[in-house]
Structures are given as C-alpha cells and as structure tokens.
C-alpha cells in the first residue's frame, strides 16, 4: 500500500469518527414535554379498562391521616361507565394547600376535584411550613370483585426526616393493593384515588 492510499483510508475514518458524534436536532414529540409537565405538577396515570368495557363503576377518594380513620372525601355520589381507558391525572392549584385531580372516563366524560393538603415542617422549626406531595401507582391484581374498591393511585405527602435534615418522598415505585408498602409507613397523609365496579 502506498502513502497515499494510507493518508486516504485515515482521513476516510476520521471523517466517520465525526460523523458519529455529531448531534442532530429532532422535532419535539408530545413524550419530550412530559418531563416539563411533571416538573410543573401535571401527572397522568392512564389504565387499560377494554375487559370492562360498559361496566358501572362508582370513582373513590379515600383520605387516609396518620391517627384517624380512613374517609371517603368524595362528597357527591357519582356513576360512570368504563370505556377503553380510564385516566387519573392530578395538576396544580392556584393554592398551595389544595391540589386538583381528575377521573377521566372518555372524551367527554369525567370530572375533577380538589385535595386539601396537609403542611409539613421540621419539628424544630415548625412555623416554616410547606406543601409537598407525590403520586405512585397500585400494583394491579389480574382480577377484580364486583363492589370491592380497587386502589390505583396514591398521593401523598412528603415527610421529614431528621436524619436527612430534610423532607423524603422515596421508596416502592408502585403501592401494594393491601397498603402493606414500606413507603406507606412513612407517610403522614395521603389519599386514595379508585374505582368500584357495580
């Protein structure tokens, strides 16, 4: 081989080598704003409802406070019927101690509420106060009872921890059915969002 074809063959790779590291812009899909809208407080939890397709079930907020009895803080009685989908989504308030939900059943069916939420604050400084709170999923069971409520959603608030001179929201991913989860433990109120079939 010649010194030219080497000089070639080198170039040839360096142009390749600078092709493979160069950085293109994409037109942004509805997924890039997810993180956006996440950090904003819009979450949305989408359920595949198709086997009950037409079934009548009765949406369930149920508002758990360390201490106390669990409540039901729906405070109307509402019907719906299950489509192919259903959506439970949460977005902010003009108020930090209140948080919107939503139930979405079809296109145009569904209807939204809102949570009053608890402050959190470190024991020894009790007068700075905030409002923080997270969502999980439930782990979801293969089959369903009819007039037993069936748990999708959980939000929750943070809690503080001392030993992390700070407020935690951090554990299980999704919440086990029976509230069993290690993460459960540890929050002082949160609510229930779910569905009973008819």
Same mark, same amino acid.
């Given at each position: 081989?010649?010194?030219?074809?080497?000089?070639?063959?080198?170039?040839?790779?360096?142009?390749?080598?600078?092709? %493979?590291?160069?950085?293109?812009?994409?037109?942004?899909?509805?997924?890039?704003?997810?993180? !956006?809208?996440?950090?904003?407080?819009?979450?949305?939890?989408?359920?595949?409802? &198709?086997?009950?397709?037409?079934?009548?079930?009765?949406?369930?907020?149920?508002?758990?406070?360390?201490?106390?009895?669990?409540?039901?803080? !729906? #405070? @109307?009685?509402?019907?719906?019927?299950?489509?192919?989908?259903?959506?439970?989504?949460?977005?902010?308030?003009?108020?930090?101690?209140? %948080?919107?939900?939503?139930?979405?059943?079809?296109?145009?069916?569904?209807?939204?509420?809102?949570?009053?939420?608890?402050?959190?604050?470190?024991?020894?400084?009790?007068? #700075?106060? =905030?409002?923080?709170?997270?969502?999980?999923? @439930?782990?979801?069971?293969?089959?369903?009872?009819?007039?037993?409520?069936? +748990? !999708?959603?959980?939000?929750?608030?943070? =809690?503080?921890?001392?030993?992390?001179?700070?407020?935690?929201?951090?554990? #299980?991913?999704?919440? &086990? +059915?029976?509230?069993?989860? #290690?993460?459960?433990?540890?929050?002082?109120?949160?609510?229930? !969002?779910?569905?009973?079939? &008819?």
């Amino acid at each position: 081989m010649n010194k030219q074809t080497i000089i070639t063959i080198l170039l040839a790779i360096v142009a390749l080598a600078g092709q %493979a590291q160069e950085i293109k812009m994409n037109e942004p899909s509805f997924s890039d704003y997810l993180p !956006l809208l996440n950090a904003k407080g819009y979450m949305a939890y989408s359920f595949d409802t &198709k086997k009950f397709k037409g079934a009548v079930v009765e949406p369930v907020v149920m508002e758990y406070l360390k201490g106390e009895e669990p409540k039901n803080v !729906l #405070d @109307f009685n509402i019907i719906m019927s299950l489509d192919r989908k259903l959506v439970i989504g949460f977005r902010p308030s003009d108020s930090d101690s209140t %948080a919107n939900y939503l139930f979405h059943f079809s296109e145009n069916r569904g209807f939204g509420g809102q949570l009053n939420l608890k402050p959190i604050f470190a024991p020894e400084n009790p007068e #700075d106060k =905030w409002y923080m709170y997270e969502s999980r999923p @439930f782990e979801l069971t293969d089959s369903f009872e009819k007039g037993t409520f069936i +748990p !999708l959603v959980l939000y929750g608030s943070y =809690w503080y921890a001392p030993q992390a001179s700070g407020c935690r929201f951090c554990g #299980d991913n999704e919440i &086990k +059915p029976d509230l069993s989860s #290690d993460i459960v433990k540890s929050i002082p109120h949160f609510f229930v !969002l779910g569905i009973k079939i &008819k």
